[in-house]
């Protein structure tokens, strides 16, 4: 177990790492733009983030799809389907680029109005989203390559190449918002520099230290690009799923509470993302080794790992809580709200700060599902989220509480699922494990 537990971290830290800087692009650009902008440039980002969470989300499923065939096949030992599934997943990357490069560019201001922005909200939001979309092949594939140089032991460059990543996108923020006075546009295109920065050191240990142009199967199979967006699905889901969620509360909260409340969410969902992804990044570091260990029928470690996974996460979710209350009167100053944003942002966070005791089980238990190929149940927690917010939402607690109802609803939505992710996860295992040797 000792080598389990050493692989564990090995896997795990650097992955838990580069997941919180994949989530960190848009509160920096928040940061810079709150500072120079003001509170309708703040609003005007958040309200745009689920447009690029939604090309993150793409690049991420996919290339966590051919990841996870890539660790059972090594677990198995056939490498024939292991270099189909990394050639194929590498075209599906591509693909998909193209395609939300052309949609986002011709449809983002009639999405936004559908997300509810109006005004100079709008119109920030439109020229950050026309900027951000011209780069979608570079966002899709450096959060997609990330998963796949994962499985094949480099999990420390997928950190390296985010931070690098990450540094980039402050400077060229600072030099672009703050000095030269580019505003929205300046930020999104610091984005799109530091995408661009995080593709490069993915794509050279693709190429030198996996040897991709020889070892991949690039030549497109039906069966396996089939399979691939089917797994895709759901870590699709678990990317984008909380910017569902965004939209939704964003529009309860324009109803509700106006753009005061629009730009106090603002902050709360840059800060709150921030720890929904440190347990993202535990869930699916977790992944090459469940996946192998699954491919291979070692259910004893297998299961090891999931354990590791569970006190770790919690550990780590029971950090963030603290420092959330600490920190819930300065916080919202770091982005330069105004004092009145700043003031309700104090008592938001706590909302929020409770769903997340929920979030870490959730985050494990759904990388879990699809590591092993359980998808119907991964799909039922993922999408579960924002169906039953919705429904909240729609017919509860706005309608009762007003706008401490749709601070309410998420924590109450994160209860339910948890929930039902124990009960699957019971029946999984009585199901699965005894199969498993």
Known sequence: MKAVRREFWKNVLPSMIAFAFTGVYAIVDG???????????LAAINMAYPLVALIQAAGSGLGMAGAIQVAINKGKKDEQEERRYLGNAIILLAVAGIVLMAGLSLAHIRILEMFGATG????????????????AMLQVFSTGMVPLIRNYDGAMTAMCAMVAGFVTNIIFDWYFVSIKGYG????????????????????????????????????????????????????????????????????????YG???????????????CVAQLLMQGIGDGAQPLIGRYYGSSNKEEMLHVRRMAYRFGGGVMLGCVILLYLT???????????????????????YFAAGLIFAAFLRVTTSYFYAVEQNLEAYVLIYGE????SLCMAFLFPKIWG???????????????????????????????????
């Open 258 to 272: 106006g753009e005061l409340a629009v730009s106090c969410y603002a902050v709360v969902s840059y800060v709150i």
């Open 120 to 135: 100079e909200i709008l119109s920030y939001a439109g020229i950050y989203i026309k900027i951000i979309a011209a780069g």
């Open 184 to 255: 929205i546009a300046g930020a999104a295109a610091a984005t799109l520099i530091g995408q661009m920065v995080t593709v490069v050191p993915c794509m050279v240990y693709l190429i030198v230290k996996v040897r991709l142009m020889r070892y991949a199967i690039f030549k497109p199979a039906a069966n396996t690009i089939k399979y691939l967006a089917l797994i895709a699905i759901s870590p699709f889901g678990l990317t984008l799923s909380p910017n569902i969620v965004i939209i939704i509360i964003n529009k309860s909260a324009i109803a």
């Open 403 to 437: 706008l401490a109802g749709v601070w309410t609803a998420p924590a109450f939505t994160q209860c339910c699922l948890a929930l039902v992710g124990l009960i699957l996860l019971k029946m999984l295992d009585k199901r699965m494990l005894g199969k498993v040797k």
């Open 328 to 350: 819930r009167f300065r916080m919202a100053g770091v982005f330069g709200v105004s004092e009145s944003v700043e003031k309700l942002y104090g008592t938001v966070i706590l």
């Open 386 to 389: 924002p169906l039953l917010l």
């Open 31 to 41: 940061f810079f733009v709150g500072r120079n902008v003001g509170d309708a440039g």
